[in-house]
């Protein structure tokens, strides 16, 4: 086993949490006694600016248990942002990444801290056998995952998040990573080091509405597939091609018929051709506008997060 006991912490699991007020007790139960065989760890929630409870709830359970740490964001910043205020702040040998919605069970931690301590693998990370979600968000996510894997060309990265857990070699690593617009299961692949997988089954939310709503979902995709890839790119480039050829063949048929003596009457061919090419241009614009963008956020150097308390 690699473990070093010489740490502070052996283990160390982080949770983000924005409004979740009414999971925070079965939240804790659950995590607390799926690692109870360790001696060692600590578990570090992460309060996303949230607008309930949720921050009284933790304190409240900080008070009976030491290992518990808390920290406070000084507004909601995001899924992504609060995860890295957690990989910042923790010092245990191994990291846990999970939700806070019990969508990915805790009871899948111990076989994932198995796996990594018992062989020489640096990344364990959870892949869902299947999922319980709503039929459009579930087809939604199927897409954005085959088009990302073939974008990385892994296809063992098929219906991943980012519950894993990770040596801290892995994670000062991935820390190193400064970029604003993140999306960590990518570059947590990014990084390399040895990786592997274990299968779960990925449950419902136990209480309350998915935080991660269609509008985040998509912007979480576009960071992913803009900040890994040139497609996008790419297939402006081919669409901008094939409307060259339409226009060499619309303009050698209107001078055909120029030659031939066909009068070319009415207006709709012009007005389609304005409109086709047209919207081809708005198109290319918002794709280099995503470029762009993550250009200047990347430029303007702000931090991804602030903390307003840390509970220790």
Not at 34 to 45: N, P, R
Not at 109 to 122: A, L, Q, V
Request: aromatic letters at 12%.
């Amino acid at each position: 086993m690699k473990t070093d006991l010489n740490n502070k912490y052996c283990l160390s699991v982080i949770i983000p949490l924005y409004n979740e007020e009414n999971l925070i007790s079965e939240l804790y139960n659950r995590i607390s006694k799926s690692i109870s065989f360790l001696e060692q760890y600590e578990i570090i929630f992460i309060d996303d600016g949230s607008e309930d409870n949720t921050l009284e709830n933790l304190l409240r359970i900080k008070k009976t248990n030491p290992n518990i740490k808390i920290i406070e964001l000084s507004r909601n910043f995001g899924h992504q942002a609060a995860y890295t205020s957690g990989l910042n702040y923790a010092s245990g040998e191994y990291i846990v990444m999970m939700d806070g919605d019990l969508q990915d069970p805790p009871e899948v931690i111990p076989e994932m801290y198995k796996k990594i301590t018992e062989t020489d693998f640096d990344i364990i990370y959870g892949k869902r056998k299947s999922r319980k979600e709503g039929f459009l968000k579930k087809i939604l996510i199927s897409i954005f995952h085959y088009i990302f894997n073939r974008i990385i060309k892994n296809k063992d990265l098929v219906s991943i998040g980012n519950f894993s857990i990770m040596s801290s070699n892995a994670k000062d690593a991935l820390v190193s990573l400064q970029e604003k617009n993140k999306y960590l299961p990518g570059l947590r692949y990014y990084i390399g080091f040895k990786q592997s997988f274990i299968e779960y089954h990925r449950d419902e939310r136990l209480s309350g509405k998915s935080k991660m709503n269609l509008r985040k979902l998509i912007h979480l995709a576009f960071d992913a597939i803009f900040s890994f890839s040139k497609l996008p790119i790419r297939i402006s480039l081919i669409i901008g091609s094939i409307g060259i050829l339409v226009s060499v063949i619309g303009i050698i048929i209107v001078i055909i018929k120029k030659i031939t003596g066909v009068a070319i009457t009415g207006w709709t061919s012009t007005m389609i051709s304005m409109f086709f090419f047209g919207s081809i241009q708005l198109f290319f614009l918002g794709i280099l506008g995503e470029y762009v963008f993550r250009i200047f956020t990347e430029t303007k150097n702000r931090s991804t997060y602030f903390i307003r308390n840390i509970f220790e």
